[in-house]
């Protein structure tokens, strides 16, 4: 009787591991990064764990020079860790953020921390002329989102969905634009 215990004891625990992982796929939550728009719909939608990172880049309308803005997701909410300019006038930080920390290198005054946090982000999207917005979500490298999603208001959130009922989706528009493409640095066109 031991013997034939012994051989079934294996089998009972792959079935019961087997059951767990199903029971997982359809409680397990996790946090999926969404970008979506009023005009185009959901653009982009994807896993995420603690610690992604996505980074946005335009030319400022007055100072005509670049920004950058990096993000982290931490604990569900998106964390803007670091922005970049060139130049600290007109509408550009000008003051080290409460809790962060200014770091004044070669080619950017950059701001770190200051505890901004975001339940939902909104990303205005310019045109070659004004903007000339890129953003950089993985897995696609930075692209110009000024000619892919020209003039849209951008919500970029963070929700919490059972891993089995939320599939990862990416837009055709983002699939087929062109990816890896060189920062902009100067407006494309005199205004």
Not at 5 to 13: A, G
Request: charged fraction near 20%; proline fraction near 6%.
């Amino acid at each position: 009787m031991y013997k034939k215990l012994s051989k079934l004891h294996p089998l009972i625990m792959a079935s019961f591991a087997f059951v767990f992982f199903i029971i997982s796929l359809f409680s397990w939550h996790v946090d999926f990064l969404e970008v979506s728009s009023p005009k185009s719909g959901l653009i982009f939608s994807s896993p995420c764990s603690n610690g992604y990172r996505f980074s946005t880049r335009y030319i400022h309308s007055v100072e005509l020079t670049p920004v950058e803005d990096y993000y982290i997701i931490t604990g569900g909410k998106i964390w803007l860790w670091e922005e970049r300019v060139r130049s600290s006038k007109a509408g550009m930080p000008s003051m080290i953020p409460m809790h962060g920390r200014y770091i004044e290198a070669k080619d950017w005054l950059i701001y770190q921390g200051g505890q901004i946090s975001f339940d939902t982000y909104f990303y205005r999207i310019g045109d070659k002329q004004f903007g000339c917005n890129q953003a950089k979500f993985s897995p696609f490298g930075l692209c110009n989102f000024y000619e892919i999603f020209s003039r849209e208001l951008l919500s970029v959130k963070v929700t919490k969905m059972p891993f089995y009922y939320k599939k990862p989706f990416f837009s055709k528009k983002l699939y087929e634009a062109e990816k890896n493409v060189e920062p902009i640095n100067k407006p494309l066109q005199k205004f």
